[in-house]
């Protein structure tokens, strides 16, 4: 991967679980009720008298090797030099192979187009200079947003490229980064999604 793969970091001992840059994101793009590109998770764990809970903010990961550009049939998705993944709705039929093959599900189904959508990386606000929508937003600046190799430089300790809790980063190289906390490396009891838990 070049270090200049533009990608994610997300400080997960900082993240409240406001939901802010959900709404940001949501709100930028108009986006129709039930599709969200970037989604906070909780996650939960363990027993009393050791109990914890953390948040994980997840979008499009803009993988390295992005499994979505390989299975469209449509030709609906390219890399861009920086590395953004992005997806031309005007090619799209709307199959769904996309969000089936990607292992974060990060595409999304629009119900009232009939086609896939999912995060940009806000390329267009990029080309012009500025932060994704959801980076700008955060109040506890638990996101941050630039070429991966600069993200590792700014944050060599405790950074990790998964968490127990994502499924394996081997399959598509995904261009995020973790703080974590100690409790993160314990395997979760469930992961709640909005109002829906699973266990995992």
Not at 1 to 15: E, K, P, T
Not at 44 to 68: L, R, T, W
Not at 112 to 119: I, L, Q, R, T, W
Request: net charge positive; hydrophobic share 30%; with cysteine.
């Amino acid at each position: 991967m070049s270090n200049r793969q533009l990608g994610f970091y997300v400080n997960v001992a900082r993240c409240i679980g406001c939901h802010t840059c959900e709404i940001a994101c949501k709100e930028t793009y108009d986006l129709e009720v039930g599709v969200r590109w970037r989604r906070v998770r909780a996650v939960e764990g363990g027993a009393y008298p050791k109990p914890y809970a953390y948040f994980v903010s997840m979008a499009c990961n803009h993988c390295a090797d992005p499994i979505c550009v390989k299975v469209c049939p449509a030709g609906a998705y390219s890399k861009r030099e920086d590395g953004l993944v992005i997806h031309d709705q005007s090619k799209c039929i709307g199959c769904k192979y996309c969000t089936m093959a990607c292992p974060y599900t990060a595409p999304q189904f629009d119900e009232a187009k009939g086609k896939m959508s999912k995060c940009s990386g806000c390329y267009s606000r990029v080309d012009d200079g500025k932060q994704p929508a959801c980076v700008d937003a955060c109040p506890v600046r638990a996101l941050e947003f630039g070429p991966l190799g600069d993200l590792e430089s700014a944050h060599p300790a405790d950074l990790a490229e998964t968490l127990p809790v994502l499924p394996s980063n081997k399959q598509t190289n995904p261009s995020v980064r973790f703080k974590v906390r100690p409790e993160v490396t314990l395997r979760a009891d469930r992961i709640v999604d909005g109002h829906r838990a699973r266990k995992v």
